[in-house]
């Protein structure tokens, strides 16, 4: 009986080992690919002035969610929207890169309960991620950040982390990464936990994602409500520490108490502009708050996707853009992708000069595109970053 048990034990492990190295090699691949796909599409057609254009300009986003997802971020991949080729093959200079660690199931932009069940607990366990994160907000984000630092210690990747404000000038063959929470869980309560996160490379801060949380309510929460008291001691404690705070799906009354307590500039890193696409309100700030962000040095990204802009297109990216320069002015707006975050899009990084000729093609001033493809966010972080 003794062998027969033994050998019971070793095919379980045999089992268990063979499921998870099938739910690895095809469950997970298949859901990023399904997640983070883009719509099928003839080759943009991009005049030469265009590209000579885009070519001249330092492209930046604020915002992508690639380190999400198990695939390694240095090799080129046929899903996804983002990786460092493809980075560089769409002239890329600087990408933020959002760590997301917590989202409920059942997510929607109308309301969702905080204690829904988890989707990013399955993901992690999905994708092996190390036992310590199966439990832990706050190790999914310091894994994501290591994740990060991994792909910026091999010095073949000519890639590096922007933890000040020297950083940002690097040789024309190195990409430049920012670290952002999504949302603050990663504290868990603790402020503490601002420090740990700032020691691993994080330089933005959201407050909220899907769901109200310990710092106040979320666009997409049940209470709508404004910071607590720890929310207040946070949002405080990162303004003292040059951390960039991010209120992209904070609610209005949670982005209307920052904006009482901190002069500092804010950044939404994905989104859009109401009035430019009313049906998009259960998503996006409406048009007085983002023009009180922008009349004090703040920065909107406009992301690509359908709950954030009517038409995603490039011609729809394009006008959203244009839309945004009009309400916020041209130094307030730039490129927010959301790239990875479980949204279709109609391009990839690697293809953003359709963008640069949309705008182009709009008749946009050639001094604004580069603002808005690039230089503000340069600029921004030049502003906002530590010394």
């Given at each position: 009986m003794g062998r027969f048990f033994r050998w019971a034990a070793i095919l379980t492990v045999l089992f268990l080992f063979a499921g998870g190295a099938y739910v690895f090699g095809h469950v997970v691949p298949d859901t990023d690919a399904k997640m983070n796909a883009v719509r099928d599409h003839a080759p943009y057609v991009i005049s030469p002035e265009?590209?000579?254009l885009h070519d001249s300009i330092d492209v930046a986003d604020l915002h992508a969610d690639t380190l999400l997802w198990k695939r390694d971020p240095a090799k080129r991949h046929d899903r996804g929207q983002v990786d460092l080729p493809r980075l560089r093959e769409g002239g890329v200079k600087l990408q933020i890169f959002s760590a997301t660690t917590k989202s409920p199931d059942g997510q929607n932009f109308d309301g969702n309960d905080a204690d829904a069940a988890d989707q990013i607990t399955k993901l992690a366990q999905a994708q092996l991620w190390p036992l310590r994160t199966w439990n832990s907000i706050y190790e999914r984000a310091a894994?994501?950040?290591?994740?990060?630092?991994?792909?910026?210690?091999?010095?073949?990747?000519?890639?590096?982390?922007?933890?000040?404000?020297?950083?940002?000038?690097?040789?024309?063959?190195?990409?430049?990464?920012?670290?952002?929470?999504?949302?603050s869980h990663?504290?868990?309560g603790k402020l503490e936990n601002i420090d740990r996160l700032y020691d691993e490379g994080y330089r933005i801060m959201g407050l909220q994602h899907f769901f109200d949380n310990k710092l106040g309510g979320s666009l997409h929460g049940r209470s709508?409500?404004?910071?607590?008291?720890?929310?207040?001691?946070?949002?405080?404690?990162?303004?003292?520490?040059?951390?960039?705070?991010?209120?992209?799906?904070s609610s209005e009354a949670t982005v209307r108490d920052v904006l009482s307590i901190t002069d500092a500039p804010l950044m939404l890193s994905h989104g859009g502009v109401v009035s430019h696409c009313p049906r998009t309100k259960n998503r996006n700030l409406p048009d007085d708050i983002l023009i009180e962000m922008a009349n004090r040095?703040?920065?909107?990204?406009?992301?690509?996707?359908?709950?954030?802009?009517?038409?995603?297109?490039?011609?729809?990216?394009?006008?959203?853009?244009?839309?945004?320069?009009?309400?916020?002015?041209?130094e307030a707006v730039a490129l927010g992708s959301d790239f990875d975050g479980?949204?279709?899009?109609?391009?990839?990084?690697?293809?953003?000069?359709?963008?640069?000729?949309?705008?182009?093609?709009?008749?946009?001033?050639?001094?604004?595109?580069?603002?808005?493809?690039?230089?503000?966010?340069?600029?921004?972080?030049?502003?906002?970053?530590?010394?």
């Open positions: 265009a590209q000579a894994y994501q950040a290591q994740r990060l630092q991994k792909l910026e210690a091999n010095k073949n990747n000519k890639f590096i982390i922007a933890r000040t404000v020297s950083d940002l000038v690097q040789p024309d063959d190195v990409v430049i990464g920012l670290l952002l929470t999504e949302g990663p504290l868990e709508q409500s404004g910071l607590t008291d720890f929310g207040r001691a946070a949002v405080t404690a990162m303004t003292e520490k040059d951390i960039i705070i991010d209120v992209a799906h040095g703040s920065l909107v990204g406009i992301g690509y996707f359908q709950g954030v802009i009517c038409d995603i297109t490039p011609k729809g990216i394009a006008a959203a853009i244009d839309h945004a320069v009009v309400v916020l002015g041209p479980t949204v279709e899009t109609t391009l990839d990084t690697s293809e953003l000069a359709a963008i640069t000729q949309a705008l182009m093609d709009r008749g946009m001033n050639e001094d604004i595109i580069r603002k808005v493809m690039g230089e503000n966010a340069f600029t921004f972080l030049s502003l906002n970053l530590p010394e």
